[in-house]
């Protein structure tokens, strides 16, 4: 079932993302999913699979788009390790442990992001943390809360069972 859900993301997520969400887009802030999708699975799995999906992904990502030669492939795969890292410190995953994440890893790979773009231009970087980066993180942040909350949903109603299951007759 993993590996279709997986499979899954990478056929519909990164044509999602390229194509409606930077037409639909107003403003300069457009959701990452695939930022998201590789937080979840390395704080959800572990961070070998969040490495793995988010080298997958973001191999992906750079097929799609014209620029420099591969910064997703290794943006996303370091997020994915440190996501899975995160995930294993703390005792239960919840929302605000996602959204915490997610803030933090989508201002490093914005971060990441301007330095490729701008070089060493440090005002550049200053700047655009509170205009660029900060509301970028927020919107990465609610889309990963959301999609976590209706993960969560699904599997509590799907893989649940009731405690009489567990009864010897």
């Known amino acids: 079932m993993k590996f279709w859900v997986y499979l899954s993301l990478c056929f519909l997520l990164v044509p999602l993302q390229t ?3 930077g037409r639909a887009s107003t403003t300069l802030v457009e959701p990452d999913l ?32 014209a620029g420099v030669a591969f910064p997703n492939l290794v943006t996303k795969g370091v997020l994915g390790i440190l996501a899975g890292l995160i995930g294993r410190q703390v005792v239960q995953v919840s929302s605000t442990v996602v959204a915490m994440a997610v803030v933090l890893l989508s201002a490093l790979s914005g971060l990441a992001f301007l330095y490729l773009a701008r070089g060493h ?13 900060l509301p970028q993180a927020l919107l990465d942040a609610i889309l990963a809360v959301a999609v976590f909350w209706g993960v969560r ?7 649940s069972f009731h405690p009489s299951v567990l009864r010897e007759d």
Request: overall charge negative; glycine content about 8%.
């Open 19 to 21: 194509t409606v969400l």
């Open 121 to 133: 231009a440090l005002w550049d970087a200053v700047l655009a943390v509170p205009t660029l980066l």
């Open 153 to 159: 949903q699904v599997a509590a109603r799907y893989y």
């Open 34 to 65: 695939i930022l998201v999708a590789v937080c979840l699975i390395g704080l959800l799995t572990d961070e070998l699979e969040g490495a793995l999906m988010g080298i997958l992904l973001g191999f992906i990502q750079d097929l799609f788009s």
